[in-house]
Each structure stands twice: as structure tokens, then as C-alpha cells.
């Protein structure tokens, strides 16, 4: 390995080989002698977790980065706030966290950094997300002159200064938090709509010529620069690219959701590109089986080398609505196993692989070795992920 986080793989690897034997009572390496070499196929192989629609413990936080790390994944995209609640500490604006669902549901700065360290240790980056200007309504409970109105409080109000005083605010205490070089500014679900009801952002817009749409675009770059100024690399979820597409900063990474086929058009136009189309990789939709979980690609639909070199890589979704410490293990694994093993693997050696024999076996060996290292992951062919057994069985087959 040239770096220690190579060295921490290929230890996750040989640990995996390693079984008790309950005979001998020895621990042995099966199917000696191995040699393998190994490397990810991409560089971004992520898993978001959503602490706004329900808080998850620090605890909570740490099991899911170690699971993390026996599947190799290396990105925790933590999605701290949203319009729920707002549960993390701002120095230059402490009243923001007044947002969260209570006072015992938060996150003090220094809970941040030890997650961040906790993370690194384990060959993982934080990429924490902020989105805005939609997804922003917990803002002003500690902040109400952030919301146009009492009646419209969002997206944030985007006529006033002070909203971009507070994100330069929010963005440059993350900053000293969070060393990574992505960081996302989210941009999705914004509707605009309550901007032209609200008087003096009206008169706002109507003195610029704007619409709501420009007022949009105006947002979202306006905060794709203070990012770039304080040296990170934004992400945006990609209604910001099929929106104003030609207008973002070319350092823009352009996170796909709303399905597939947004990558090529994005890396055609010579921005990179995040894959994590909503049918296959989120995983609050507990309907989508392991299969077409583990059989989706990053790359369909590009040819190009070059143009493939621009996808990062990919990530599952842990949307919080109806997760919380009692099923969020269970609803990320396995199934994020399946993503995992395609962000690792080479293709050639994933797609000569036959689902229903080698890959389920591997998915089953692999669920059962998260159970025994105390991760509740839910059995692989639940016709709903997360849901328990239908009736006694070996780990093994469930």
C-alpha cells in the first residue's frame, strides 16, 4: 500500500478471511494461500446520513462509520440540517441551533470534530452538507429575519444581506470542522413560489429584472463563492445543473438523484458527477431489492474515457424520515453492501459474476459478519428492507 488508508483496506480484507474455528477453537485463514491485489474501481464510494429528520447520537454516528469501513466506503455525506431541525453548533451565530427538536438533540463543535477524526482514523471523509437556499426553514426559529416572512419562511430570504452574512458565518466555522475539499450546498426542491408573495423581495426582484428562477441561480452561485473562497470544491444536487447547468462554477461536482441519465449529460459538459439515482440508491425506498441495488452503474450511458474519469463515484442515501436509532442500521445494510461492492470492484469482474449464486452467497457471508461484529443488519432478500425474519434459519440463507 502507498498510504496507511490502503493499509487499513487490505487489513479490512484479510480480516474478512480470517474464521473461528469452533472445533479447534483456533482462528484460521480459509482456503490458504491467497494473493490478492486490489484497488477501487472510484475514489468517491459514499454513504449520506440525514440527522435533521430524526438527531442520531454521536454513539449511532460511530457504528455506522465503522460498519463504513468493513465495506470499504470512505465519504460519510453527513446531511446535518435541514428544515426539521437544525441541530448543530454555530459559533458567530449560536442562535441557529435553537432549531433543533431539543436541547439534548445537538451537536456541540466538538462533537463535529470527533466524528471528523473518529471517521479518519478509519479511512473515511467527512463531506457535511448545508443546503440551501430550499431545505432551510429550522434556520429561523433561531433567526427569524432569515425567513421572507412569517408566512414564507422558505427558501431563505434572498433579497437581504444577512442570509449571506450567516452563510459566510455557518460556512467559515465548518470550515475550521470539516478539512475535506467537497462540501455541499445542496440546491435541491427549491420552490420559489412564496418569493413573489412576499412584498419587498418582489420589489427586490422587480428592481433587478428578475424572476424567481434568476433569483435561484443568483443564490446558488452567489453561495457556490463563498464555499470556492474559503478553498472548497462545492457540491450541488443536480436541480442546480438542469436548471442554470451552463452558469455553475466549473469546479462543480453535480450530485445526481432524481434518476438516471444525468451523469453523461453532466461530464459531457466537462463538470464531475456524483451518481446516486433515487430508484436504485436510496435507501429510505424499501421496496428496491439488493439486485438492482448491486446492478447499478455509475458509468451507463458513458463511453467516452475521458468523460468517465469526471464520475467521482457514488453514493446510498440514508433520507431520515422514518429512520432513527431503532432501524437505521438495519435499513442501510446489507443493501449498501451491494453499492459498495460495485463502487469497489472492476467491472469486468463484477459483471462476469452470476447474482443469484457467487454475489447473494458473498451478501449473505457478509450480512452474517456484520451481525457477528454487532451491526443490526436486516437479513438480504426481505421483500421490504429492514424487516425482521419471517421465521427461524441460519444467517446464512435469510
Known amino acids: 500500500a502507498n498510504t496507511i488508508y490502503g493499509a487499513i483496506r487490505g487489513l479490512e480484507t484479510f480480516s474478512q478471511l480470517c474464521v473461528f474455528n469452533y472445533d479447534t477453537k483456533n482462528v484460521e485463514v480459509r482456503y490458504a494461500p491467497w494473493y490478492i491485489q486490489d484497488e477501487p474501481r472510484f475514489a468517491f464510494r ?25 465495506s470499504k466506503l470512505n465519504v460519510l455525506h453527513w446531511h446535518i440540517i435541514d428544515e426539521q431541525s437544525f441541530p448543530l453548533e454555530i459559533p458567530s451565530y449560536p442562535n441557529l441551533w435553537k432549531g433543533s427538536y431539543s436541547k439534548s438533540e445537538r451537536y456541540t463543535v466538538e462533537d463535529a470534530r470527533y466524528i471528523v477524526s473518529y471517521a479518519k482514523k478509519r479511512g473515511i471523509h467527512v463531506m457535511a452538507e448545508i443546503d440551501v437556499p430550499g431545505h432551510a426553514e429550522s434556520w429561523g426559529n433561531g433567526y427569524p429575519k432569515l425567513w421572507p ?50 412584498p419587498h423581495v418582489k420589489q427586490w426582484l422587480d428592481e433587478r429584472n428578475m424572476t424567481t428562477k434568476d433569483a435561484y441561480k ?57 451518481m446516486s439515482n433515487q430508484g436504485v440508491w436510496y435507501l429510505d425506498h424499501l421496496d428496491v431489492p439488493w439486485e438492482q441495488v448491486y446492478t447499478a452503474e455509475p458509468l451507463a450511458g458513458i463511453d467516452d474515457t475521458a468523460q468517465q474519469k469526471l464520475v467521482l463515484g457514488g453514493e446510498v442515501c440514508m433520507w431520515g424520515e422514518t429512520a432513527d436509532t431503532s432501524d437505521v442500521q438495519q435499513t442501510i445494510w446489507p443493501r449498501a453492501a451491494a453499492a459498495a461492492e460495485r463502487m469497489w470492484s472492476q467491472l469486468e469482474a463484477i459483471s462476469a459474476q452470476d447474482l443469484e449464486t457467487t454475489v447473494l452467497a ?25 424487516r425482521p425474519p419471517i421465521g427461524p434459519g441460519s444467517c446464512f440463507v435469510q
Open 46 to 70: 459514499g454513504l449520506m446520513l440525514d440527522t435533521s429528520r430524526h438527531y442520531l447520537p454521536v454513539d449511532v454516528i460511530k457504528q455506522v462509520i465503522d460498519s463504513m469501513s468493513f
Open 218 to 274: 443568483y443564490f446558488v452561485l452567489k453561495a457556490q463563492e463563498i464555499a470556492i473562497d474559503l478553498n472548497w470544491i462545492p457540491v450541488n444536487w443536480e436541480e442546480t445543473f438542469n436548471s442554470f447547468g451552463g452558469s455553475l462554477n466549473p469546479r462543480t461536482v453535480v450530485h445526481n438523484w432524481l434518476g438516471p441519465g444525468v451523469c453523461p449529460k453532466v461530464v459531457a459538459k466537462g463538470l464531475r458527477c456524483i
Open 362 to 386: 458473498r451478501l449473505h457471508y457478509f450480512r452474517c459478519l456484520l451481525n457477528h461484529r454487532g451491526i443490526a443488519a436486516a437479513p438480504v432478500t426481505n421483500f421490504y428492507a429492514r
Open 149 to 198: 416572512s412569517l408566512s414564507c419562511t422558505e427558501p431563505l430570504d434572498v433579497s437581504s444581506n444577512f442570509t449571506f452574512e450567516v452563510i459566510t458565518g455557518i460556512l467559515s466555522d465548518m470550515r475550521k470542522i470539516f478539512p475535506f475539499g467537497l462540501f455541499h450546498l445542496g440546491g435541491d426542491e427549491v420552490y420559489t413560489g412564496c418569493w413573489n408573495l412576499t
